[in-house]
C-alpha cells in the first residue's frame, strides 16, 4: 500500500484530478497482488455504486438545489437581518445567522459560501467592510452547513462506516449552533475593533421576529421533519433524500410560487454536475479501500496508537491533527472516503463513540476547505469578493480559532454531540 499511497501524493502534487489520481493508485494495488483476479477492481467500482444507502446523496443534492431556487433563501436571508440587525458588524452577524439556516436547505459549505458571496458580498464592500474580512467570514460561516442536517459529509461518513444516518443527523444540531454562537462572538469583538456598526439602532421588536419567522417556516421546518422521519421509522436514509426533493418541489410550485420550469432545468443541472462528480470518487475509492481492509492497515494503526497512549483523548487528538493537516492538501470528500473505513475500527477499539467522533471528524477535514493551499471554498470566496488568499488569511484567524474551541469543546464533552441522538433514538 506504500507505493499506493505515494503515486497518490505525486498525481495530485501534478494537478492530476482526484478521481482518476485515486483510480489510478487503486488499480496498481491489484497489479501488485497477483493472489486477486484483475476483473476485481471492475466489480468493486460497480458494486459501490449499487450501494442502497448512497441513494440519499443525490436526492438531498437535488432537493438543495430545488429549494435554492424556490425563494426560501430570500426569506431566510430576511429573518436572519430580523435577528440580527442591532449587533455590531451587522450584515456579517446575518452572513453567521444565515449558514445556519440554510445548512438544512444546501449541505453544502461551498455552495453555501459561494452563494452569499455573491448575495452579500456586494453588501458588505459598499458598506465599508474589507473584501478579505468579508470573504473570511463568508466561508467560515459556511461550515455551519456541514454539521446542520442534511449535511453530505454526514451520509458519505453514515454509509461507509455503517453507523445510523439519523444519528449522525441529530448530533450535528448542538455543534451547528456552537459554532454559530463562537463565530457570532468572534465577529462582534473584530467587528467593534473595526468599528462596522449596527444596521439597527435597537433590536427588533418580538412581532417582526414572529412575522418574519413564519414567513420562513417551510424553510425550518425541513431538517426537523427529516430527523421525526429517521426516528420513527417512516423513512430510510435514502427514502428521507427523495422525500426532500417532494418537500422542495411542493414548497417550490404550492407554497412560494416561485419555482419555473427553467429553475427545475437548472437545479436538474447542477445535480447532475454535484452527484457525477461525488459518485466518480466514490466508486473509485474503493479500490483504496479494498486494499487498506486487504492490508489490514486499521489492525495495524490501532496497535501503532494504543501503544503511544491509553488514554482515548489523546488518541483523538493526534487523529484529529492528523485529519487537520490532511484537510488541507486534500479535499475533506477523499478524506471521508479513504479513512472512514481505516478510523472507525481504531476509535470503536478505544471506546469513542462512532457517532460522537463521526460528527467531529466531519468538521474538522472541512476546515480544509477554507485553508492553503488546495481550500476550494477558500478559492471561491476570494475569487467572487475579489481579494488575495494573503489577505483573507490575514482576517480569517479569529475565526479559525472560534471553531478549534467548539471542536475542542466536542472533544471534552461528548455529550454535546451525543445529547440530542440519545434523547431522540435512545442511548447509543
Known amino acids: 500500500m506504500l507505493l499506493v499511497f505515494i503515486l497518490f501524493g505525486v498525481f495530485l502534487i501534478l494537478g492530476m484530478p482526484v478521481a482518476f489520481a485515486i483510480g489510478i493508485s487503486g488499480f496498481v494495488f491489484f497489479i501488485q497482488q497477483p493472489a486477486l483476479p484483475f476483473t476485481m477492481p471492475v466489480q468493486l467500482v460497480l458494486s459501490e455504486t449499487q450501494n442502497f444507502t448512497l441513494l440519499a446523496i443525490p436526492m438531498f443534492m437535488f432537493a438543495g438545489n430545488l429549494l435554492n431556487n424556490t425563494g426560501i433563501t ?58 478579505g474580512y468579508s ?4 466561508g467560515y460561516s459556511a461550515l455551519i452547513c456541514i454539521a446542520i442536517p442534511p449535511g453530505i459529509g454526514l451520509v458519505l461518513y453514515g454509509s461507509i462506516g455503517e453507523i445510523s444516518i ?50 420562513s417556516l417551510w424553510a425550518l421546518m425541513f431538517p426537523v421533519i427529516l430527523i421525526v422521519g429517521l426516528r420513527f421509522g417512516l423513512m430510510t436514509p435514502s427514502e428521507a433524500g427523495a422525500f426532500a426533493s417532494v418537500y422542495a418541489i411542493f ?63 489523546v488518541i483523538f487528538f493526534i487523529i484529529l491533527v492528523f485529519l487537520f493537516l490532511l484537510g488541507m492538501i486534500i479535499d475533506s470528500t477523499v478524506i471521508i472516503l479513504l479513512l472512514t473505513s481505516i478510523l472507525v475500527p481504531v476509535v470503536d477499539k478505544i471506546g469513542i463513540d462512532l457517532v460522537h467522533f463521526g460528527v467531529v471528524m466531519v468538521i474538522t477535514c472541512a476546515i480544509g476547505l477554507l485553508t492553503p ?52 433514538f435512545g442511548p447509543g
Not at 88 to 104: E, I, N, P, W
Not at 135 to 138: C, F, L, V, Y
Open 251 to 313: 414548497i417550490g410550485i404550492l407554497v412560494y410560487k416561485e419555482l419555473t420550469w427553467e429553475k427545475f432545468i437548472d437545479a436538474i443541472r447542477y445535480t447532475i454536475m454535484d452527484v457525477g462528480m461525488v459518485m466518480f470518487l466514490i466508486a473509485l475509492s474503493a479500490l483504496i479501500s479494498y486494499g487498506i481492509v486487504w492490508e489490514r492497515i486499521p489492525v495495524v494503526l490501532s496497535q501503532f496508537l494504543l501503544g503511544i497512549s491509553e488514554n482515548p483523548n
Open 166 to 215: 439519523g444519528r449522525l443527523f441529530a448530533g450535528g444540531i448542538v455543534p451547528g449552533l456552537l459554532m454559530m454562537v463562537f463565530l457570532m462572538i468572534a465577529v462582534s469583538f473584530t467587528a467593534r475593533r473595526k468599528k462596522y456598526l449596527p444596521e439597527r439602532e435597537k433590536m427588533a421588536s418580538l412581532k417582526e421576529i414572529i412575522t418574519t419567522f413564519f414567513t
Open 74 to 131: 430570500s426569506r431566510l436571508l430576511k429573518l436572519s437581518s430580523v435577528l440580527a440587525g442591532h449587533m455590531y458588524g451587522t450584515l456579517a452577524q446575518v452572513t453567521v445567522v444565515l449558514s445556519t439556516l440554510m445548512g438544512g436547505v444546501s449541505g453544502s459549505a461551498i455552495a453555501d459560501s459561494s452563494m452569499q458571496a455573491r448575495i452579500l458580498g456586494p453588501e458588505m464592500t459598499e458598506r465599508g467592510y474589507s473584501r
Open 135 to 138: 470573504a473570511a467570514i463568508i
Open 373 to 424: 493551499p488546495v481550500g476550494v471554498a477558500m478559492y471561491s470566496v476570494c475569487s467572487i469578493m475579489e481579494c488575495s488568499v494573503g489577505e483573507y488569511m490575514k482576517q480569517c484567524v479569529p475565526f479559525l480559532i472560534a471553531l478549534f474551541c467548539v471542536i475542542a469543546l466536542m472533544v471534552f464533552f461528548p455529550q454535546l454531540v451525543l445529547f440530542i441522538p440519545d434523547l431522540i
